[in-house]
């Protein structure tokens, strides 16, 4: 049974950080995409940042970059999102997300390629 259990948000004050956690269970951890979305009232959901566990490759979103930090602890099946100087546009639902990778398949920002998805958790910017 695959579970996907994103946990870490949070209210915090613009300038602030936050780390998300993402434990995950039932699947090949180390043969998967690893993605972080995250959905705003009535805007469409983001791919935010993900971490290709086959080949090692990570990818941030232009508006994250250089912000936020993804990783991912193969030893207890568990990726992280460092969030650091939270502005009030990163205030959304974020979730987290597992897909398969290998030398066909490339990890991506599009979520169409990630088969299970957690719970989502709510990240609050205060400005």
């Known amino acids: 049974d695959v579970q996907l259990q994103a946990s870490g948000g949070g209210l915090v004050q613009a300038g602030g950080s936050l780390r998300l956690s993402c434990a995950t269970s039932?699947?090949?951890?180390?043969?998967?995409?690893l993605g972080w979305f995250r959905q705003a009232p009535e805007k469409e959901r983001e791919g935010v940042s993900y971490i290709d566990n086959y080949d090692g490759d990570t990818y941030y979103s232009d508006s994250v970059k250089g912000r936020f930090t993804m990783s991912s602890d193969n030893a207890n099946n568990t990726v992280y999102l460092q969030m650091n100087s939270l502005k009030t546009e990163d205030m959304a639902v974020y979730y987290c997300a597992a897909g398969p990778a290998g030398p066909t398949k490339k990890c991506s920002d599009n979520d169409w390629v990630y088969y299970y998805w957690g719970q989502g958790t709510q990240v609050t910017v205060s400005s």
């Open positions: 039932g699947f090949s951890f180390d043969d998967y995409c």
